[in-house]
């Protein structure tokens, strides 16, 4: 037995539950069909377990347990309760920093320390829910004389959540975590690809003392378990996450229930070097934003572009960075582990022979003896002089970006604004005035000047305009989308 194949037994060991079950009702069982779908390491190809395959049944059976469990309890629950028992999660969860992080990684291709991270932010995000849950509170409005008028915002009832692969702990965190703060119940749908730090959270959960049904997690294929749950009538709200056309398709279903949706849907997040900017500052920022998690993140910075003045002394710079990058398993926790998957692996080999043409910059590479049938995929930079070429416009999902040089302030904003999408982008420059500027005129969800991705903050509210989706979350803002406002007006004589 190889040692990574003995991590693997020794990490699903711990597991207290079958991950081949859902968890519906606060209780594990297999899903109606009895079926299951394999699961692979990323890092070996090979297949590390099985999960379960709901489906629409399954999706019924969930959305039943936690219509009642918000009916019964969950609404009814003080929100210092509710504060206080999510608060206790984010406890347990730093309690299983590390077999959550083992999990990640042999699930998702995490290197290490990227999904200890991860499973920090989780913990996070319950502790900032925890305490927020009691903190929102209504306006009274100003009327005629003879009326009292405040308002209310109550929960939205039962949310379905549709989790992609690339940060799964993340993405629950502040989904889910901002859901139950505010009194709804959730039925989570994690992606077939990657679900099991879901599920061991979920577990979590019930530990802590999170009633049953108010959190329900059904595993399963997109075209299954997914669509279920975004056209099922039982449910009040749905946030996504992942591609464009499976966000539309998800968002058509709710429109049939008119039901409201929050869509995040990635980008070809830009970062602007001006010739005034700290260089020292910028270089880490500038490729670590690009190859995080394989550039498998929805806010990766794939464009990097760079006032021309600039290219001679800051390209070879980048370029020394990229031939020190290592990819390999992720338990030896090097800068860049595997892609998610097959699929993801050609999908992103298919977008670098569109790159024939340009000019290849620097690649990493990969470690002696990587396991053969592992999803690796070299990190590469390439200079593109065309803002409309294949590679500077779409999400391409794998350790790839593009050096795109500028002249003027304004051709650096009309590329930095030239494509379908609008996440985050980034500045770097000393100069204040531009930095006002900048901030104002790109577009965005999130704008971040001389740094990237701010730390990755719990508190900052998060979201696109575009295609990179509508709605925000993270921060108290998510609250109020999970929420809706009800106003009273009480006449009095
Ligand atoms: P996807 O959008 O198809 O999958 C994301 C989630 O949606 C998964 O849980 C999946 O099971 C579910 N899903 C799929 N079809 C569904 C349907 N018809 N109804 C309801 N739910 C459905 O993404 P993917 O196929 O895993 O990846 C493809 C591309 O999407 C990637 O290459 C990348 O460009 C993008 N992506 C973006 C993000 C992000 O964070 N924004 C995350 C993952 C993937």
Known sequence: MSSTQHNEAAVLAQLGFNPAHCLIDGQWSPPVSGETLPLYNPSTGQRLTSIARGTAVDIDRAVNAATHAFESVWARTPAFERGRIITDIGRRVLDHIEHLALLESLDV??????????????????????????????????????????????????????????????????????????????????????????????????????????????????????????????????????????????????????????????????????????????????????????????????????????????????????RQLRVGPALDDLSVGPLISANQKSRVERFLKEADDLECLARGQCVDNVPTDGFYVVPALYLCEDPSHTLAQAEVFGPVQVVIPFDTEQDAIDIANGTEYGLVAAVWTQNGSRQMRLARDLKAGQVFVNNYGAGGGVELPFGGVGKSGHGREKGFEALYGFSQLKTVAVKYS
Not at 215 to 238: D, F, K, M, R, W
Not at 280 to 299: D, H, K, R, W, Y
């Open 109 to 322: 291709g995490k290197p290490l320390a990227q999904a200890r991270a991860d499973a920090v932010a989780l913990a996070r995000y319950c502790e900032f829910y925890g305490g927020a849950a009691d903190k929102v509170h209504g306006d009274t409005i100003p009327y005629l004389d003879g009326y009292t008028v405040y308002g209310i915002r109550e929960p939205h009832g039962v949310t379905g959540h549709i989790v992609p692969w690339n940060y799964p702990m993340q993405i629950i965190g502040r989904s889910v975590g901002a859901a139950l703060a505010m009194g709804n119940t959730c039925v989570l749908k994690p992606a077939e690809d990657a679900c099991l730090t879901a599920l061991a959270f979920a577990d979590i959960c019930l530990a802590a003392g999170l009633p049953d049904g108010v959190l329900n997690v059904v595993p399963g294929t997109g075209a299954e378990a997914g669509a279920a749950l975004s056209q099922h009538a039982g449910i009040q709200h749905i946030s996504f996450t992942g591609s464009v056309p499976t966000g539309a398709a998800v968002q058509a279903a709710a429109a049939k229930n008119v039901v409201p949706v929050t869509l995040e849907l990635g980008g070809k997040s830009p970062q602007l070097v001006f010739e005034d900017a700290d260089i020292e500052s910028a270089l880490p920022f500038l490729v670590n934003a690009g190859i995080q998690n394989a550039g498998q993140t929805c806010s990766a910075s794939s464009r990097l572009l760079v006032q021309r003045s600039l290219l001679n002394t800051l390209v070879p710079q980048l370029a020394e960075r990229y």
